[in-house]
């Protein structure tokens, strides 16, 4: 997994970035997505954080971007990015 050369800034600020930003977040939405490990996700406030989830998708949509995980006990979560602090690699491939 390759490490961003800039720091991501938090992930509900996304509508607030240049092109530029927005763009390397996509993508790196994308690499997490084809990753073979598991994420933290921390929600903004920190009102929650999912640990050693799966993001199955990325969707991206006219006015939003959507990051859908599977838990460790199979639940399907779909979240916009406009609540999501960050989305964090938890060390971990799947065996």
């Known amino acids: ?5 800039l720091p991501i800034p ?3 600020t996304y509508r607030n970035q240049g092109s530029t930003m927005q763009m ?4 790196f939405l994308i690499s997490y997505a084809r ?3 598991y994420f933290n996700i921390t929600m903004i ?5 999912y640990n050693l989830v799966k993001i199955t998708s990325v969707n991206f949509g006219y006015a939003t971007v959507d990051v859908v995980f599977k838990t460790i006990t ?5 979240l916009p990015i406009d609540l999501l602090q960050s989305i964090e ?4 491939k799947e065996v």
């Open 1 to 5: 997994m390759s490490t961003p050369k």
């Open 10 to 12: 938090p992930l509900h």
């Open 24 to 27: 390397a977040i996509n993508q």
């Open 35 to 37: 990753e073979d490990g």
């Open 45 to 49: 406030d920190a009102a929650k954080t």
């Open 74 to 78: 199979g639940e399907i979560i779909d």
């Open 89 to 92: 690699f938890a060390g971990q």
